[in-house]
Structures are given as structure tokens and as C-alpha cells.
């Protein structure tokens, strides 16, 4: 599926005020809509001011936090900016695994339902220096994560507690395609 969607603009700002090269798969997440796109970068094509060309690839439904938005740690909010996924978890395990503090706890069928943090998980990281990284602001360290939900009912509205939660027919198929190092751009809008 290839659109006329254009990553946004202030991420690739971000990306060139960091000196980061763009990774060949970027999600963009869009607190406003509710709503996360995967983009994937074209080969052997760059724009007239040198930056890659990237499609669209898929566009899904998420939630982002209850509380708003924000860096400061414990504040259960959605933090904005640049990030990574600095780790991977949960691949191989059944749809409906059930994770506390990152490890294998049980089956949404065995009296987990409503779980929190269900399915995988893509362990954010902060790329923006006393942004969301470092200090009583860094992503990693609140434990922000993309993670599937017990209550997928909840999706398309804010519902987490800082997270990005995902509908299992999507993060699976996402957590298998997406690398470690992948970029993650958080937005209002």
C-alpha cells in the first residue's frame, strides 16, 4: 500500500537537529487522532532537500495516556518526541500472554482478562537530551512501552497509564516486522 503521507515535519527537525539518521522503519503516533502509522523508507529515493522518501505502510488504532500528555516521571503521561525501540519483548509467546515487570505471568483465559500489559512489548527510549531522556524525564526509565491491551474496547480513546497500547492483530504482526532501533515519533497532532 503505498500514500501520499509524508512523515511529519517537526520529526524530521527533531531528526536533523540530533544528527540521527532516519531508520528504514519509523512509526509516528498521533495522540490527537489516536492513531499510530508505520512508514517504511523508499528505495534509492530522497527528496529535493535530501531526505529519504518514506510510504506508508499501515495506519492503526491506539490509545495513549488518560493522564495527557508529558515527560516528568510518574506522572503516568504519554511522553512526546523522538524515541527508539531500545528492546523487544514477548516474542514467541501465545496472543494473550500476560507480562509484570516485563516477565511471562500468566494467559489473559486464565483469569487475567484485564490485563495491562498484554501480547509484546517495544520498550521506548527516549533520543532527545533532557527531553525525554535523562534526568526525571527519560522514557526508558518510566517504562513507556507499545504494548497490547486485556480491554482492546478501550482503543481510540486515551486509556493508558503513560503507554501506547496496540489491538493484538496489529502489534504482533508489528512487533515481528519492527527492529530493535526503529524510530518512534510521539505527537499531539
Known amino acids: 500500500?503505498?500514500?501520499?503521507?509524508?512523515?511529519?515535519?517537526n520529526l524530521i527537525c527533531t531528526l536533523r537537529r540530533h544528527q540521527l539518521l532516519p531508520s528504514h522503519l519509523i512509526l509516528t503516533v498521533n495522540t490527537s487522532t489516536q492513531s499510530m502509522r508505520l512508514f517504511e523508507r523508499?528505495?534509492?529515493?530522497?527528496?529535493?532537500?535530501?531526505?529519504?522518501?518514506?510510504?506508508?505502510?499501515?495506519?492503526?488504532r491506539i490509545s495513549s495516556s488518560a493522564y495527557g500528555l508529558g515527560q516528568q516521571?510518574?506522572?503516568n503521561q504519554t511522553p512526546l518526541g523522538l524515541h527508539r525501540v531500545a528492546a523487544k519483548i514477548g516474542g514467541g509467546q501465545p496472543t494473550g500472554t500476560v507480562f509484570r515487570s516485563r516477565q511471562v505471568v500468566g494467559l489473559?483465559?486464565?483469569?487475567l482478562p484485564n490485563a495491562t500489559i498484554v501480547h509484546?512489548?517495544?520498550?521506548?527510549?527516549?533520543l532527545e537530551p533532557g527531553h525525554n531522556r535523562g534526568g526525571e524525564v527519560?522514557?526508558?526509565n518510566r517504562y513507556v512501552y507499545i504494548h497490547g491491551?486485556?480491554?482492546e474496547t478501550t482503543l481510540g480513546r486515551p486509556q493508558s497509564h503513560g503507554c501506547i497500547h496496540v489491538a493484538a492483530q496489529d502489534l504482533i504482526p508489528l512487533f515481528d516486522r519492527i527492529p530493535a532501533?526503529?524510530?518512534?515519533?510521539?505527537?499531539?497532532?
Open 149 to 151: 491491551c486485556g480491554d
Open 1 to 9: 500500500m503505498k500514500a501520499n503521507i509524508r512523515l511529519p515535519f
Open 108 to 111: 489473559t483465559w486464565q483469569g
Open 42 to 60: 523508499d528505495k534509492n529515493q530522497t527528496s529535493a532537500a535530501g531526505f529519504p522518501n518514506y510510504s506508508l505502510r499501515k495506519t492503526y
Open 73 to 75: 516521571i510518574n506522572s
Open 181 to 189: 532501533g526503529a524510530q518512534v515519533w510521539i505527537a499531539e497532532g
Open 138 to 140: 527519560d522514557t526508558y
Open 120 to 126: 509484546r512489548i517495544l520498550w521506548l527510549e527516549g
